[in-house]
């Protein structure tokens, strides 16, 4: 491993020696390669209220290029791909606590209630009850979702990116995340974003080739279908899953051993296999793209929707 690869590597520094236009202020903890967009796009010290290509910031594609170079190869040389994970329905499901319907909220109240107690995202059950200025939401977390970012994290770095607004962002990704060991400051919002309604990765800072992505929606990523993997969306409550043509699983009550983040990880896993295995793909260069249908097609074939848990599973 080069030396480049053992250290972490320092974008501030990168960026002041080689931007001397920008007038910069980086905290010390500002040291992650791919925290570097979403930092900069929130930075108050840039004045970017809504992403990186602001002509006032004057960040050159070239320059943009090179980051995304480094911060890629920095990651391959910890044999890691990017991955970027949608947030709701993806990871959880939160709607407001009126929106249940009564049964729902007599089942639930008493049980989020006990995990909010009890400190946090310890609960058995995963549902969290939580205020903020605009009411009270309940949320589920996905089944199988800790087990998955244990998983991914070995073979990716992740990030989360969700049209949902930072505070939002921030409040759900401590339950799934509490320590930040698996995102760290990787969080985009909607603040972030540079086109509206849509999703892009002009706002992460990882070349294209070594992306993937993890989402329920697929029309939001117009540019990047080839990085894509939908997922089944995940609906625990009954609002709005009508409409999506899903059926809630606080109804049906199954766990998640049949699709949805148990399939995703399959073909995450065989994609990375692949991407690095010098027999089988691409020998840890060229572009993920050219896996992901072939991988998904594969995947989806040989386990189907009813898939039953991974080995590796509980
Ligand atoms: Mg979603």
Known sequence: MSKSQQQPYHAHAHLKATLPFVSLSFSNSFSEPSSFMANLCRSTNFNLPSGFL????????KYTDQMREANTQAVLGLKKLHLILDL????????RFSYLTPEEKKKLKAEAKRNMEGGGPAGSSDIFLDSTGEGFFIT????????????????????????????????????????????????????DCTLKGRKSLDVVLAKESNVLILDDTVVVWPDHAENLIPVEPFYYFSHGSQKRGVQPSIIHNKGEHEGGLVTALRVLKEIHERYFNSELGLKGEGDVRELVQRVQSGVRERYGDQAAPPEDAP
């Not at 602001?54 to 594609?61: D, K």
């Not at 990116?161 to 505070?167: I, K």
């Open 54 to 61: 602001q002509p006032s910031l004057r960040l050159s594609h």
């Open 88 to 95: 709701d329905h993806t990871l959880l499901h939160t709607v």
């Open 140 to 191: 589920k977390l996905r089944p199988f979702v800790r087990e998955f970012l244990r998983e991914a994290d070995k073979m990716f770095e992740l990030t989360v990116y969700t049209m949902g607004r930072r505070a939002y962002l921030s409040m759900k990704t401590k339950l799934l995340d509490p320590d930040g060991q698996y995102f760290g400051n990787r969080l985009i919002a909607r603040e």
